[in-house]
């Protein structure tokens, strides 16, 4: 670990104003990015006595080995490029408030001819009505099967519409009238887009309307004495009724707020948030996370709330008002924040009375709950870990801890479409932004000891030109780098520091790429025994690298292999140290083969397009979608043929040309593995 005192900077060097600063490790990795109205107060007090700070912040400080900082014009700037950092760097340090999700919306693609109902997440389509957040997905997948009943609207995919209009048949949804298939002509495109609307102002709130014309209905059949038709009609009231059954009623039907609550204690902090959305519950998310610094509650709000809103937000994700526990010191900077994200006022506030309080209540309850359960099994979670890393540092006589692992596997199929995959585990833990694939051809792809020397050559290659390069050492270096203006929320002029040592640094929103192979790791693990080993040992000696350690584990007896020995180390069968390689092993495994089955599969198609000159993959694509099969396009004349969007005269002719002296010996495409004949 580097001294803080090394690094320091010299008194007087720091700037009094607002400001966002930046440490950085030994590899010149972001580890933790801050802001501060006073840069200088605030760097001063990481280094005015480091051993007497919090546990994680002591930590932070004696991993770093530079600090930058970054002045800028007002506060709002100063939280606009905090978040644009701490989103691109993702630092070690910084809470962040991850759950691996999105929010699952019902979307109804009113845009198209025959608007399809389905769960979607992500980015927003044009002209698609979304309703929502909806949480776990699987409660707006039931949902949609409700509605099914009542609004039967399309949510097959393009793909088996087509087929259904080709054959004439529908799917099964059309079969139990869960669709009125409009692929078969079953309804119209102006009723089927009609349906789809109700559907939308049904989701919109609508729903006392359609019940109680159902229950109308109802009566009338009845009277009719047409008791099946009222029978029928009585289940879908009682769909209908099922839906918001799920959904209680908590607030006014007006009320669209996110409710967060929020526990901590000295080391982490607990969330979790309830998504009211016309006065009904709609979704739920929690977080659970490591506190750096001594941060009060305030400031966890501050993060929260731009880690949640920030990512890819619209404006229909931000709702007009946030209820939070405390109120951040820069609640007004944060409004205005939110404002330009969502396009209108949204207001943050600490309910103090009423249904709102009583719900905050019950939110923090909930991340009560979530933190009990998280410590409890983190608990085990880290004690497992650490006693395996501990254990294969001890088996293998390595004298550093295993902080970074990574793993290499090699996929062919009797030396085609060679392929090798990198996988990384973290503190034991598997980190999949890191994972690499390598494709492998030339005389590397003979076998498999040449190709495992192969990746682990260019892996290592990258990182020995990304770290010992001058111009790839220190990115954020470039005089010439344009810096935008203040008010677009960049940084505002400082001066270029071009060096290992503290000081200011003039960037940008969007700094450099970050390095792709920048990080060594502790440990190489290859899918193998002696041969893959030595051939991955060797790759490293030829390129001077001492410090990475190498081994192999065979699958057969599931043998750890070390370099320059005869026997394997045997581990334990029921060793938490072979369990983690093991883990390791087959993940690296799992990613390999998902990458060849890729690459195999796109090479085992063969099509009568592929053999005309100037013909690409898009003209390729239209001329498919335009005729629907290769079949159908043999049939067609030249006028035919330039109805296509890009083929012009020239290019009709070459196509039918070609296709006519190909014939019917020529198959329209091919699966090479399975001979299946493929038309569209």
């Known amino acids: 670990m580097a001294d803080p005192a090394t690094y320091r900077p010299r008194a007087g060097e720091i700037p009094t104003e607002p400001g966002v600063y930046r440490f950085r490790d030994e590899h010149r990795r972001v580890i933790y990015v801050g802001k501060a109205k006073n840069l200088r107060s605030r760097l001063n007090s990481y280094f005015a006595n480091p051993r007497q700070l919090m546990a994680k912040t002591r930590t932070m400080v004696f991993t770093a080995t530079s600090v930058e900082w970054t002045v800028v014009g007002t506060e709002l700037e100063a939280l606009q490029l905090e978040y644009t950092w701490i989103k691109e760097f993702s630092p070690r340090f910084n809470i962040m408030f991850r759950d691996d999700k999105s929010y699952p919306y ?51 995919s393009a793909g088996v519409f087509k087929r259904a209009e080709r054959t004439g048949r529908p799917c099964l949804l059309g079969y139990i009238d869960k669709c009125s298939a409009p692929c078969v002509g079953r309804i119209s495109a102006e009723d089927h887009k009609a349906l789809a609307a109700e559907l939308c102002a049904f989701m919109a709130g609508d729903s006392k309307r359609f019940i109680q014309d159902l229950e109308r209905q109802m009566k009338d059949a009845v009277a009719n004495l047409d008791y099946e038709s009222a029978a029928r009609i009585r289940d879908d009231i009682a769909a209908l009724r099922k839906v918001f059954e799920r959904n209680s009623v908590v607030l006014s039907e007006d009320t669209d707020a996110d409710i967060f609550g929020l526990v901590q204690d000295e080391l982490e902090a ?25 941060t009060d509650t305030g400031q966890i709000v501050e993060h929260l709330l731009q880690q949640v809103y920030g990512e890819g937000a619209m404006s229909d994700r931000i709702p007009r008002k946030v209820l939070v ?106 980190k999949k932004s890191d994972y690499r694939r390598f494709s492998i051809t030339g005389e590397a792809a003979r076998d498999d000891t040449a190709s495992m020397y192969d990746v682990v050559s260019r892996r290592f290659r990258h990182y020995l030109a990304e770290n010992f390069d001058p111009a790839a050492a220190v990115p954020d270096a470039d005089p010439d780098r344009p810096v935008p203006a203040a008010g677009d929320g960049s940084a505002q002029a400082g001066q270029v520091h071009a060096g290992q040592a503290s000081g200011p640094v003039a960037d940008t929103l969007t700094a450099a790429p970050r390095a792709k192979f920048a990080y060594p790791p502790n440990l190489v693990v290859v899918d193998g025994g002696r041969p893959q080993v030595a051939a991955a040992s060797r790759a490293l000696a030829d390129l001077g690298i001492s410090d990475v350690y190498v081994v192999g584990l065979a699958k057969r007896l599931e043998e750890v292999w070390v370099p320059d020995s005869e026997f394997p180390v045997i581990l334990p069968r029921s060793s938490e140290a072979l369990f983690l390689l093991q883990r390791i092993r087959d993940e690296a495994h799992r990613f390999a083969i998902t990458f060849h089955r890729q690459k195999r599969g796109k090479s085992m198609t063969a099509s009568a397009l592929d053999g005309i000159p100037g013909l690409g993959p898009a003209k390729q694509k239209a001329l498919i979608k335009h005729f629907g099969s290769v079949r159908k396009l043999r ?40 001979g299946e004949i493929i038309e569209s």
């Open 106 to 156: 019902l979307a109804v693609t009113m845009g198209e001819k025959y608007p399809r109902a389905q769960v979607m997440r992500g980015d927003r389509r044009k002209d698609t009505r979304y309703f929502g957040p909806f949480y776990p997905a699987k409660a707006i997948r039931e949902t949609l099967d409700t509605l099914l009943r009542v609004f039967p609207v399309r949510t097959c």
């Open 325 to 430: 526990p405390v109120l951040p010191d820069n609640t007004e900077e944060l409004q205005v924040w939110l404002r330009g994200l969502r396009g209108s006022k949204v207001k943050i506030s600490v309910p103090q009375r009423g249904d709102k309080k009583t719900l905050m209540e019950t939110v923090t309850r909930n991340a009560e709950d979530a933190m009990r359960l998280h410590k409890s099994r983190r608990a085990g979670d880290l004690t497992t870990r650490s006693a395996a890393l501990s254990e294969l540092q001890e088996a293998l006589e390595i004298p550093v801890p295993l902080l970074r692992i990574e793993c290499y596997d090699i996929s062919h199929v009797q030396g085609t479409n060679v392929v090798a995959s990198m996988v990384v585990a973290e503190d034991g833990l598997m």
């Open 635 to 674: 049939q067609a004349d030249v006028e035919a043929l330039m109805e296509v969007p890009g083929i012009g005269p020239a290019m009709a002719a070459v196509i039918h040309t070609s296709l006519a002296e190909a014939g019917a010996e020529t198959a329209p495409a091919v699966n090479m593995a399975t």
């Open 270 to 294: 607990s969330v979790q948030v309830f998504h009211v959305r016309g006065g009904r519950i709609r979704g739920q998310r929690g977080w659970v996370v490591e506190k750096v610094e001594d």
